[in-house]
């Protein structure tokens, strides 16, 4: 079994899913530079390492259902939407594609359902809190450093 | 039974469990998607990760088994005063 997330840069080429056996690319719509990532691991042990690697590595991910640019669930839409809104870019993982991931990231935050978003390393929440979060200004406080388009205020 | 779990946790002032499996792609029926409103004093001094787990560890069993998706709105009698 190989376990990759990967992210692609709208810079680069259009927004675009392609697969091929080693990579696959994601792109988000962002216009920051990312460079594709490559993990395979054999070992469902080995998912909470992978885990761990991805939230260190990325400033910000979402595990989500489906891609940002084609959710597979509501709630994970709904994060998706949130996050746009929020202008950041940002990393997502696709757990319907990788169920030792989709296992391993409820045991990893202690948190059982998906979608699960993380900022610098931190569990923040699922759509209900990032939803809430969003309506009360809390959010973009966390976010502050990753927006990537200018806001409307000072 | 989710009802009285979360009812005795929490001796909430306002509680609602609603079975919202209906607007997900699930057989009629199911008991997948859930959405409880509740309101207590129990989560004064407490941040919303911190409700929703409390939540999650009083529906463990819940969780475990067929309950797939939760949707939580925990508030304070005063935020929900607010609301």
Known sequence: LA?????????LRPSRNVASPMVRFMSDDSHDDFKPKLKTNAEDSDA????KDQV????IILYMKGTPQQPMCGFSAQVVRVLHAQGVSFNSCNVLEHPHIREGIKE???WPTIPQLYVKGEFVGGCDIITDMHQSGEL????????VQ???TE | AIENKLSEAFTPEVLEVINESSGHNVPRGSETH????????????????????MVHTVLEE??????????????????????
Do not use: M
Request: glycine residues 8%; positive net charge; charged residues 20%.
């Open chain 1, 48 to 51: 909470l390492s992978i885990i």
């Open chain 1, 3 to 11: 376990s990759r997330c990967s992210r692609f840069g709208a810079l």
């Open chain 1, 150 to 152: 200018g806001s409307t």
């Open chain 1, 108 to 110: 990893y935050s202690q």
């Open chain 1, 140 to 147: 973009e406080e966390t976010l502050k450093e990753f927006a």
């Open chain 2, 62 to 83: 819940e969780l475990a088994g067929g309950v797939h998706a939760l949707s939580i709105v925990a508030k304070t009698p005063a935020q929900w005063a607010r609301a």
């Open chain 2, 34 to 53: 859930f959405k409880v409103v509740i309101v207590s004093p129990s989560f004064e001094g407490t941040p919303l990760l911190g409700r929703h787990r």
């Open chain 1, 56 to 59: 260190s590595n990325h400033d």
